[in-house]
């Protein structure tokens, strides 16, 4: 399980060699002499900057071979960090935390922002539609404490599903024990709710296509409710102390990738987006799906990047805020163990150094 999760039966097998600490950064014979960076990916959008990079040569550009691992959840990808079978990747939020716990993990950049595509989800007609914007900070959000209270929610536990509700929630001054919560996986969550199982569901992507394709209202998307959802580009924390150039130049061509897909025509997007998906995951992409790709996950251009990983008034960058929340969350209804809380409060691990590192002229 993840923050976002796409299709469970998708799973892409790389053979990896085993990774020992000493050798994270050898060179490959077969390969021109370049340095191996073995990378982890779940089956999604972010990793197609590194299939791009692959594509156009980018990575032997930088004297480096990117070997690319596909899992099938983030927890599948951690079991391997944990032994070292990978260097860089992309998690999201959730899985994140639960590298970072032990003090091996950096998060370096952000791959994009899925808070749009993380939803709560009403039958048409329901009561929880009846009124909006109750909370005045938070004018998108459908519903009221009275119309909430003793309703049934559908979601995934420890999730982003999960964290959603309580954020929205949390907007209308509801208790999560004055709810009925029903734990139950997105694709058996989806076939309840359409058994009426429950009054609301709480999905993400494709489930929250699938879904609204069924004719099931938003009462509130996660952005709604400020409950930010990041999918970040993380890093072994000793990898990226002993090999802090490699670190750089991967992020360089991850950064270009997403340069390339903010700035080139959307036809062209379309086409290499649809490729990749058919290639890396066999799936066959349309044009329709592909533009709600782009309308929910957000990316962030460098200059943005830079903007929300550096340190606010307070000193906590904007990402930093998101992912404490995060937190919180994990915290109080995950199980973390107390000796292991100070590596995740504060979110020090979330970090400016290597995206700073990145120029525009690295993106060209």
């Known amino acids: 399980m993840r923050i976002r999760f796409w299709l469970k039966t998708v799973v892409v097998a790389v053979c990896v060699l085993g990774l020992t600490m000493p050798a994270f950064a050898k060179k490959s014979a077969q390969k021109d002499n370049l340095v191996d960076v073995k990378t982890a990916w779940v089956t999604g959008q972010e990793s197609f ?57 950096l998060v370096i950049a952000l791959a994009n922002d899925e808070s749009d595509a993380n939803a709560v989800m009403v039958r048409p007609g329901s009561p929880i539609l009846n009124k909006k914007g109750v909370a005045s900070s938070y004018p998108n959000v459908y519903g009221s404490a ?14 982003s599903s999960h964290y959603t509700l309580i954020k929205y929630l949390e907007v209308l001054g509801v ?24 009054d609301a569901a ?39 102390e002993q090999y802090p150039e ?61 903007e929300l990983f550096a340190a606010g008034e307070n000193g906590v960058s904007k990402v930093q805020a998101w992912q404490e929340s995060i937190a919180q969350f994990v915290l109080n209804y995950g199980s973390v163990h107390k000796s292991l809380e100070k590596n995740i409060i504060g979110s020090k691990y979330v970090v400016p150094t290597f995206i700073n590192m990145i120029e525009e002229s690295d993106l060209k």
Request: hydrophobic share 45%; no cysteine.
């Open 146 to 159: 009275v119309d909430i209270r003793r309703k049934s929610f559908i979601v995934t536990p420890l999730s």
């Open 49 to 105: 900057p590194v299939w791009l990079a692959k594509k156009q040569g980018w990575d032997k550009e930088k004297g480096m071979n990117i070997i690319t691992t596909v899992y099938g959840s983030g927890n599948e990808a951690l079991e391997d960090f944990s032994v070292n079978n990978w260097a860089i990747g992309g998690l999201g939020a959730i899985p994140t935390l639960r590298g970072a716990k032990d003090g091996n993990m």
């Open 246 to 306: 490699i670190t750089k130049n991967f992020l360089a061509i991850y950064m270009r990738g997403i340069h390339w897909l903010l700035n080139a025509p959307r036809a062209d997007v379309v086409k290499e987006m649809q490729t990749y998906y058919k290639d890396v995951f066999g799936l066959d992409y349309s044009e329709t799906m592909l533009d709600l790709n782009f309308n929910v996950f957000k990316l962030f251009n460098l200059a943005k990047q830079k």
């Open 202 to 240: 709480v999905f993400w992507a494709p489930y929250t296509f699938m879904a609204s394709g069924k004719g099931y209202v938003t009462a509130s998307t996660a952005y709604d409710v400020n409950a930010r959802l990041p999918i970040f580009i993380v890093v072994n924390k000793a990898y990226a």
């Open 175 to 198: 208790s999560p024990r004055e709810v009925d919560v029903k734990f139950i996986d997105q694709a058996l969550g989806l076939l309840s709710f359409e058994h009426a199982k429950a």
